[in-house]
């Protein structure tokens, strides 16, 4: 399987306290059938995200675990004014590596004011492919989560979070997950791992389940094929 969302770079956001813990985060995953991790330091007013320093930040943690694992580098990247300013800049610089996909956070408190408006201007005049993270975990997408079809209409494709489906995020996030799967609105699942206990980066549960909602060849997708075309760089239809 692959993992699309992970912070496990250490010392460069709330993710991988330590190299040891790095490790440790690489060898849990392992053991789940996890065998490429996309690392995705957050890109936000709390943390610096620089493409350079994290490059050779993953070069370390490749040469640590020996090969047992494939990386590549990403971003969770969050819609601040200072981002936005920064992506139209310089696009190449958040996406995941090889690809013209990047992963968009939202504010665990709202939604941006004229989505609509800057998920055009991405797709069109910076020919990205944007991919939602977690909207079973925002309260205003937990009580409406159909909010996101004409995000997906737009060609974003939406990722949930694996330990949602298993309940660690509560029950709203549950439910909001297991509502978005049942509406085939679900294109990846990921771990978002930070640790290797509490936000651990495990996806074979949440695959399981997914495969009880949607079927074993649907939910290997979302862990499994799907990933795979999106480090390929090949273009994934956000509807179906
Ligand atoms: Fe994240």
């Known amino acids: 399987m692959i993992d699309l969302h992970c912070h496990i770079l ?99 408190y709202g939604l941006p004011p004229n989505f609509e408006h800057l998920l055009f201007g991405m797709t069109t005049e910076l020919k990205l492919h944007p991919i939602i993270t977690h909207p079973e975990r925002n309260p205003i997408l937990q009580r409406h989560p159909q909010t996101v079809l004409p995000w997906i209409e737009a060609g974003c494709l939406i990722q949930v979070t694996a330990s949602a489906l298993t309940g660690s995020w509560g029950r709203a996030a549950k439910e909001a997950a297991v509502w978005l799967l049942r509406s085939r609105h679900v294109h990846l699942l990921a771990t978002d791992a930070h640790d290797p206990k509490h936000r651990p980066p495990i996806l074979s549960r949440a695959r399981d389940i997914a495969a009880r909602i949607i079927g074993d060849e649907a939910a290997w997708n979302l862990v499994e094929t799907t990933p795979s075309m999106i480090l390929d760089g090949r273009i994934v239809q956000s509807v179906a």
């Open 10 to 108: 250490p010392f460069v956001d709330d993710g991988a306290a330590s190299w040891e813990i790095a490790e440790q985060m690489c060898q849990v995953a392992l053991d789940d059938g996890i065998t490429h991790i996309v690392a995705t330091p957050h890109a936000n007013s709390e943390f610096e995200y620089s493409r350079a320093d994290l490059s050779k930040h993953l070069m370390e943690l490749q040469t640590r675990v020996k090969g047992k694992m494939k990386f590549s580098l990403g971003c969770d990247f969050h819609l601040s004014y200072e981002n936005i300013q920064t992506l139209w800049a310089n696009p190449g610089r958040f996406l995941i590596e090889g690809t013209p996909y990047l992963l968009i956070e939202f504010s665990d």
